[in-house]
């Protein structure tokens, strides 16, 4: 395929503005709404710093391989030290049209493969950069970011329950697409944050009682189960949701492999909508 060279170029600008500390030029190449740029809204440019795996040290950034799915292109980059020649790490950004120009909307300190495929991502316990990043180790929210009352309690919480950042990230924009649809004022900011957090936690594959976060919040486990059944059927919340999910979809190869050629008698999947709560335990 033919690779535009400032799908190339977008990469280095964004180095060079972490460097220099160019707030003006880091905002101009991120994606509106993006993972990359709702990372930076929430913790600085320290947590693009670690995403993009700038703590391992000097090093050399080598664009290796590349992959281009469904508009947009994911870009490899092998970490080699400076000072050793070795490799030290990876990097992998998500670039894609924004307006007349290329942008950068996901930055993931790993291999390619690991975009797809969880069991192919390192082991934040080896990994410094990794860890900060997955794990929201070290990073505060940060002071310039403009959050409600909703938000501000849940990225709180999420990251003192040692959520990864990206599973924050998409917290917040769940948030805030379902408040720019839906009246919130017919529950508590605890309430909401409950659900949000709920619903998040069911997109980790991980099932954890809506009891647990209505008492995290401090609200009535009622209020909360109606909070959640209102936000999931409202936002029609699925399992693999592109939109929320911190799991890759396997659809999203899939319908790769068909454009390719491959894989023609495999179905997409179907996936089924989060599971709504009883409300009247009575």
Known sequence: ???????IDVVW?????????????????????????LMRELFGTPALIAASGMLRGPCIIRIGRLLSLEGCIWLEGEQVSSESGETVGYVVFRVEPFGDRWRISEILPWRLEAVHYIAERPDPMTDNSVAIMLLSVGLSISPSAHLDAVEQRLVETMRNDHYPVTVITRAVRMWRDFKNVSDVGTHSEGAWAAAIQRATTLLCLLDEPIEQFALAYGVEVSEARRAYNELINTLGITYFDERYSPIPDPNELIRHAKRMGAMEDVELMEHEMLPEEPEDMA
């Not at 060079?16 to 709404?33: C, F, G, K, Q, R």
């Open 13 to 37: 600008r964004f180095f060079d503005a972490v460097i220099e500390d160019d707030t003006l030029a880091l905002a101009s190449l991120l994606v509106p709404n993006s993972d990359a740029a």
């Open 1 to 7: 395929m033919h690779l535009p060279r400032e799908a």
